[in-house]
């Protein structure tokens, strides 16, 4: 089943304390068809500028993903300058240019209206409603979204809200937009506000999920939350985008079942971990774009093995 996603596709300047770059390609929607990409067919709807090159377009071409939704505009793209220090749980965003999406007007591509799922990335919530308003009859609407966003953005993010079945955002998020420090009675305030399950990451220590009444269409309520690992590493490279893959693995592998059950998001959240654990390996989009299926797999065993008490080993 094909995911329709729309959100930033971007140039990304960071620093990490193992190294920098700039103009790297990246954004949310970028990391998140990437990592959909190894589950189920992708398709972008985004804007760009001149500086998007033949090059950049093959990182998503080489991976199946289609772009005939991605718009070519003049003017340049989107630009996120973010720095991490310490144990690098937290990008300090140092600069924020819009660009083309300043003035960007999505339009569904006639080829795309037949998605069954679609997935609102992090981008202005005035441009997520309106990709959602033109897909009334999705199976099922998955969001993410920001600081930046909630802060300033309130409002508008509150209409999207409204519309989702998942949402997808770290814990310093939920607590933000909650106004809520405890994370279980955050999560209940998130809840009410809309989405009819939230999933909550934790960076370097995993994702919980909590669920609603109507989390599951047709079964009774999950009273209780479900907590996926992360995969402890000895080196974090870059975590810009881990958030994204995170969802990106967690969605395709959703879009790729027949049915939402309680069993399948399990699933979806310890393949959202292992994809997020490669994400981070390497600056930007790197590591994403060359991860074999094998490895996949066996990453997906290593969740098991590590976060299992019915171990089968010796
Ligand atoms: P993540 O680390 O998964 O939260 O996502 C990082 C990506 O989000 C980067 O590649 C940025 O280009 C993109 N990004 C940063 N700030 C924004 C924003 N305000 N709106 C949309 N995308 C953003």
């Not at 304390?17 to 970028?30: F, I, R, S």
């Not at 202005?124 to 099922?140: C, E, G, T, W, Y």
């Not at 998020?173 to 209940?188: F, H, I, K, S």
Request: hydrophobic share 45%.
């Amino acid at each position: 089943m094909a995911i329709l996603v729309v959100g930033s596709v971007a140039f990304d300047n960071i620093e990490t304390p193992h190294g920098k770059v700039d103009d790297c390609l990246g954004g949310a929607a970028t990391h998140f068809s990437l990592a959909a990409s190894y589950f189920t067919p992708v398709r972008v709807i985004a804007v760009v500028g001149k500086d998007f090159t033949a090059e950049h377009e093959a990182v998503f071409t080489r991976r199946g993903i289609d772009i005939q939704g991605i718009e070519r505009s003049n003017g340049l793209s989107f630009h996120w300058t973010g720095a991490y220090s310490g144990n690098m749980d937290e990008a300090k965003t140092l600069g924020t240019d819009l660009n083309v999406f300043e003035t960007f007007d999505p339009k569904i591509p006639e080829a795309y209206k037949d998605s069954e799922f679609l997935f609102l990335a992090n981008i202005d919530p005035v441009l997520q409603a309106r990709v959602r308003m033109q897909m009334p009859n999705v199976r099922m609407v998955c969001g993410d979204t920001m600081n930046y966003w909630i802060a300033d953005h309130a409002a508008n993010l509150a209409k999207v809200l409204r519309e989702l079945d998942v949402l997808l955002i770290n814990d310093g998020e939920a607590r933000m937009l909650a106004g809520e420090r405890n994370l279980v009675l955050a999560a209940q305030k998130v809840l009410s506000m809309g989405p009819k399950t939230l999933v909550v990451k934790h960076g370097e220590y995993g994702a919980t999920a909590f669920f609603g009444e109507h989390s599951f269409p047709g079964k009774a309520k999950v009273s209780h939350p479900f907590r996926a690992p992360a995969l402890p590493l000895a080196e974090v490279v870059d975590p810009t985008g881990a958030g994204d893959s995170f969802a990106g693995g967690f969605y395709g592998y959703l879009a790729s079942q027949p049915e939402l059950t309680p069993a399948v998001l399990r699933t979806a959240m310890f393949y959202g971990g292992v994809m997020g654990s490669f994400a981070v390996e390497r600056f930007g989009t790197e590591r994403l774009q060359n991860v074999s299926r094998q490895e996949i797999d066996d990453r997906f065993k290593l969740f098991q093995e590590i976060s299992h008490l019915d171990y089968a080993g010796a």
